[in-house]
């Protein structure tokens, strides 16, 4: 794009500032934010967690709590101290409506990142009811906004790195394979083809999906008026659920959700093929789907805190993904390994029954990310972890009630069809 | 675009949703939003006046009144019943947080439009301090989500027509004249060119400009996933205060803002030159803006709600501008006019010093809009009400004291230069 923009690049080395090895982590309690956090203090880092326990109060409302029994936020970081002589300090701040403590806190730490899993971040909740999808807005983006705008008002200079998701490309509406955030075009300007770079043309596929599109335009605006260096990780479907870290000890055991809001695809058909319940395929399963495995998402988060863009660089945006699958052939796979059913609902979404994805990961595979595919045998981790908890599971939960649209049946079990 | 939705094209017709005549403004007591209600009123339609009062708040804030005297909301509505005999309802709800009043109202009127234009509107505003930007965040985008979750919830079959800007364009950034919204471009699928219609690469030039491109994401999701039928309206700077319903009495009479924040530029020139203030150029004026008459704004807002898309059509999206100009050009105008002299001040705004601005409007001028231009002879009108208000101003809040970045310096009289 034409520069428009008057970029100030200010001396951003970490001595000038007299910066430490701190990174905060907002919503550092929750299922990516928990396991990197431990990852990221193992490392060597100095950890302070934000987070205002929104996804516990949300089982509570749920009434499907983790399979795992996941321990109080004190007992948590006491064993972790126990174990590791590490201290992670935890503060109680909802960043969405505390601005002041935030910013406090940014100016007394002074940490060298900000990690950002504070948001809403499954699609069927955001879709759930009008309440659900008007949270789910106020929510991300005043928490989002909040941060950049404290780190603007602290004065310091503060890398900031933001899970988002791969649901911003809208599964590939340019028809190409997709590239990390930005897109090469031709525009013709007065007869003559002209090369544009572009942010992707983004295409949410929820109210859910829709903020993190909306988090792009603030993080735009923030590096380009301020300076502020920013990544954004546009991550696949998360699996598997223990890390080497949340092994240590049943009180560090990192959250399992199985439900039809929380739960994602392939966790919950493994966990459901151990409840003898049928795999619940949405359509015909036609979705192709970007996964990850959490032990990479922790490692990604480290590699993204490493490398982060200069002052007056444009937002750095990664594909957080390793593998893609039809959710038709993850079903099958389950199937066979564990002699479940499939059975094929309604589709709650409003969606192409049938999409192809390619996606480019180059950065991550660049800066020496090892991926950790379906291959690798951690299917049997995953099975076994649900296998051990599994009289946590309320059955009443697996399946998804959540709908897009009113005109949506609100039985999904309406459609049952053999293939 | 690929089309990755399932679009549900039901019965749009009106007779079978048994709508009426009634339209709800939201933002019917500000600038654009009090003479279009009026406009709207007097063409036949029942008006809902629905507003916070804000704007009314921040000139208790700011010390800057409206230069013309505005009179209380329930004088306004009396006496345009006295003179018209039409009945105007003034309902006090903040969209932004009052999200079950405003659907209770939704579901009590079943207006056939809403237009939109409750949201905080000044850039140099929502850029003043930390709280500013906050503020514009929070009330905008929640204004917005407000409303279209409210008409999904309603079930009502709405149009809905959105005041959005320009500016959400960043001056022309592909290079080629501003198209309406959307942008043509070619994409290397596997070797071939490819041809799509993208949404224009947002490019925001405040934290009030950011919200605008964040409403159009609201608008891209709500189209796609709801069939909602939404108009955005892209308006450059409005100029002129009065209209012909404005100007039956003065109680009717429309805000006229000369301050730093709220002030628009060709307004704020020719009240300068009446007050025998400099006029106050940013930079070297360089700058290349779109505009709009007063009259026009409420012309093109009927022509809005007469032309909607159809149920499951993608956003429609307008240029609401008739001519562009660069403001060292304005101020020369007006300083021929008037006598005044111009004066050079530091530009607080981040942007470039100069830029070209090509900006095409055809589908206003195809639905019959005739321009209201500069050569109207307008700005005597404009100098009049100056003049004959000119003792209500503030002549300290006359500069802009906004700035976009804490190294811009706060005395923006620092770089005087003559040309």
Redesign the interface.
């Known amino acids: ?6 970029i ?1 690049r200010r001396d951003s080395s970490e001595e000038s500032k007299g910066m430490n090895n701190r990174v905060i982590v907002l919503g550092g309690d929750g299922f990516c934010g928990w396991p990197t956090s431990l990852y990221l203090s193992r490392q060597g880092y100095d950890i302070t967690i934000v987070d205002n326990l929104s996804r516990r109060c949300i089982d509570n409302e749920l009434g499907a709590s983790s399979l795992t029994p996941i321990a109080s936020v004190d007992r948590r970081l006491t064993k972790w101290k126990e174990l590791t002589g590490k201290k992670i300090e935890f503060v109680h701040i909802d960043v969405s409506v505390n ?1 002041q403590r935030l ?1 406090d806190l940014i100016k007394d730490k002074k940490p060298k990142a900000i990690v950002h899993f504070a948001e809403q971040r499954a699609a069927p909740y955001s879709m759930k009811s ?1 309440s659900h ?2 949270y789910t ?2 929510n991300n ?2 928490a989002t ?2 941060m950049l ?2 780190i ?2 602290s ?1 310091l200079d503060i890398a900031v790195v933001h899970l988002g998701t791969m649901g911003v490309y ?7 394979e997709i590239p990390e955030g930005y ?7 007065d007869g003559e ?2 090369d ?1 770079k ?2 992707y ?4 596929g929820s ?1 859910y999906h ?1 903020t993190k ?2 988090d792009a ?2 993080f ?2 923030y590096a ?3 300076g502020v260096r920013i990544t954004d990780l546009h991550q696949g479907i998360v699996w598997g659920t223990n890390t080497e870290e949340t092994c240590m000890h049943e009180d560090l055991i990192n959250r399992f959700d199985y439900d039809g809001d929380y739960g994602t695809v392939l966790n919950r058909f493994l966990m459901q093929s151990v409840v003898d319940h049928p795999i619940t395929v949405h359509g015909k399963g036609g979705q192709t789907r970007a996964f990850i495995h959490i032990r990479d998402t922790v490692r990604c988060i480290e590699l993204a805190i490493k490398h982060p863009p200069q002052k007056g660089d444009q937002v750095k945006i990664f594909n957080q993904t390793t593998e893609t699958h039809r959710v038709i052939d993850l079903a099958k796979l389950v199937a066979k390994e564990t002699g479940a059913r499939i059975r094929y609902y309604i589709n709650p979404r ?3 029954p049938v ?1 192809e994805l390619k996606v480019r990961n180059e950065s991550f595979l660049a800066l020496g990310l090892q991926p950790t595919t379906l291959e690798n045998g951690l299917l049997k981790e995953v099975i076994d972890v649900a296998k051990k908890y599994k009289d946590n599971c309320n059955l009443s939960k697996i399946v998804c009630t959540s709908r ?4 949506i049946p609100e039985d999904l079990e309406g459609s049952s069809e053999p293939e």
């Open positions: 794009m034409a520069n428009d923009w008057v100030d601005y910013l009008p999808k008007i807005v106020d983006l005043n906004h909040n705008c404290a603007v008002e004065g809208g599964y590939g509406a340019a028809g190409t897109l090469d075009v031709k525009v013709d300007v083809h002209k544009l572009i942010m043309p983004a295409s949410p109210i829709m599109t909306q335009l603030f735009l605006f380009k008026n301020d409003n969606e192409a999409n897009w649209r009113s005109d």
